[in-house]
Nanobody
Framework: QLQLVQSGGGWVQPGGSLRLSCAAS????????IGWFRQAPGEEREGIFC????????ESVDSTKGRFTFSRDNAKNAFYLQMNNLEPADTAVYYC???????????????????WGQGTQVTVSS
């Protein structure tokens, strides 16, 4: 069974940091394009980071650049999103995702991803 299990998230004050983890089971992440998405209340789901199947292509949205960092641990079959200097606008449910379809150029469109984590709430407020 292909599964992505998320951990991390929670509440933090503005300027704080959180780290999200996404562990895969039943498949090898190194063979998949992967991404992070988020959905704020009343908003559509937004892709914020992706990396292509072979890692040659990566993309992130401007609102997270310089604050959010992606990393991957192939030995643990997991990937991570380190979020620093968080802002109230970052409040959302965050999702990790993987795509079995090869992406030579990664996509921030959620319909391109076949496997999803369960989502984790991130709340930034004072």
């Amino acid at each position: 069974q292909l599964q992505l299990v998320q951990s991390g998230g929670g509440w933090v004050q503005p300027g704080g940091s959180l780290r999200l983890s996404c562990a895969a089971s039943g498949f090898t992440l190194g063979n998949y394009a992967i991404g992070w998405f988020r959905q704020a209340p009343g908003e559509e789901r937004e892709g914020i980071f992706c990396i292509s199947t072979r890692g040659a292509s990566a993309e992130s949205v401007d609102s997270t650049k310089g604050r959010f960092t992606f990393s991957r641990d192939n030995a643990k079959n997991a990937f991570y999103l380190q979020m620093n200097n968080l802002e109230p606008a970052d409040t959302a449910v965050y999702y990790c995702a993987a795509s079995a379809t090869e992406q030579t150029v990664c996509s921030l469109n959620d319909w391109r991803y076949s496997n999803w984590g369960q989502g984790t709430q991130v709340t930034v407020s004072s």
